[in-house]
């Protein structure tokens, strides 16, 4: 199969970027946040803080804090996607890293901040459906 050949200015690059982004947050803020991985994390939490030598209590804070793990998330999905940004080779690979980590922790955040936004606005309605009762 003969890959695809798309022109690769920088609109291209910047949308690639926005939306390589996206699957980072979600893969990073879900392995570190969600209830479908608490009990692995819950480990980790535990081995960060108790493991005596200070390489095995960094491997595993890293399945504990969005922001460490995403930069693995995304070196794993640059190896996939060989996506580069501005320069072609390893100058690329480390710009793309770095802009894709910032990114999706701007996701994140924004993320966070909408979840936190519902629940106040959940606890309000509750208040206020109590206070009419």
Do not use: T, W
């Given at each position: 199969?003969?890959?695809?050949?798309?022109?690769?200015?920088?609109?291209?690059?910047?949308?690639?970027?926005?939306?390589?982004?996206?699957?980072?947050?979600?893969m990073s803020w879900t392995v570190t946040h969600e209830e479908?991985?608490?009990?692995?994390?819950?480990?980790?939490?535990?081995?960060?803080?108790?493991?005596?030598?200070l390489p095995q209590r960094k491997f595993f804070y890293l399945f504990t804090c969005e922001y460490c793990f995403s930069h693995y998330v995304t070196a794993v999905v640059l190896f996939f996607t060989r996506f580069h940004l501005l320069y072609e080779g390893w100058r690329g690979y480390v710009l793309a890293?770095?802009?894709?980590?910032?990114?999706?922790?701007?996701?994140?955040?924004?993320?966070?901040?909408?979840?936190?936004?519902?629940?106040?606005?959940?606890?309000?309605?509750?208040?206020?459906?109590k206070q009419a009762a």
């Open positions: 199969m003969v890959p695809v050949q798309v022109a690769e200015g920088l609109p291209h690059q910047v949308g690639m970027l926005l939306l390589i982004a996206l699957p980072i947050a979600c479908v991985f608490r009990e692995p994390r819950e480990f980790c939490k535990s081995k960060s803080q108790n493991c005596k030598s890293e770095f802009a894709l980590v910032l990114l999706a922790n701007m996701y994140m955040s924004l993320y966070n901040r909408l979840r936190l936004d519902i629940k106040h606005e959940n606890v309000a309605i509750a208040v206020e459906e």
